[in-house]
């Protein structure tokens, strides 16, 4: 797959301040995964909307499948969709239906919506109880 980091899919209308916070959560929680790279590439050009939207830092806010990360070589690592916990001043971003690629032969990390225990672990004690049902038991999930 060769990256296009020009073209930014639906995802046109977030800010250059909001998509850098955007991948630099997505960027930690691929280390969560085990995924580490000296250089993170973002490739938004097949990014499509799924439904869910907020408003943070005034701005529209969805979450968006389609989005690829490459590293320095433009070798993909992962792609998966973006998700998110937003609560007043707090916006948690992680991965739904996560892939990574070695020599562009993909393994399946998560393939199932929900919150990981690690994400689930990071919301603030007030809002736990809300997405508590939106648990997931274990990470690999098949």
């Not at 998110?84 to 971003?93: A, D, G, K, V």
């Amino acid at each position: 797959m060769k990256p296009n980091y020009i073209d930014l899919g639906l995802s046109y209308p977030l800010s250059n301040q909001l998509r850098a916070e955007i991948e630099r959560q997505l960027v930690k929680d691929l280390n969560f995964y085990h995924i580490q790279k000296d250089i993170y590439k973002f490739d938004w050009s097949d990014s499509c909307i799924e439904g869910k939207m907020t408003t943070y830092m005034g701005e529209p806010l969805d979450n968006f499948s389609g989005i690829a990360v490459f590293d320095q070589n433009d070798q993909r690592i992962a792609d998966g969709w973006l998700e998110y916990i937003h609560e007043e001043n707090f916006l948690l971003i992680y991965w739904d239906f996560l892939d990574s690629y070695t020599n562009e032969q993909a393994t399946i990390l998560k393939s199932i919506c929900g919150i990981p225990l690690h994400i689930f672990d990071q919301i603030p004690d007030q809002f736990k109880e809300k997405y508590r049902k939106e648990l997931l038991n274990n990470i690999n999930d098949d």
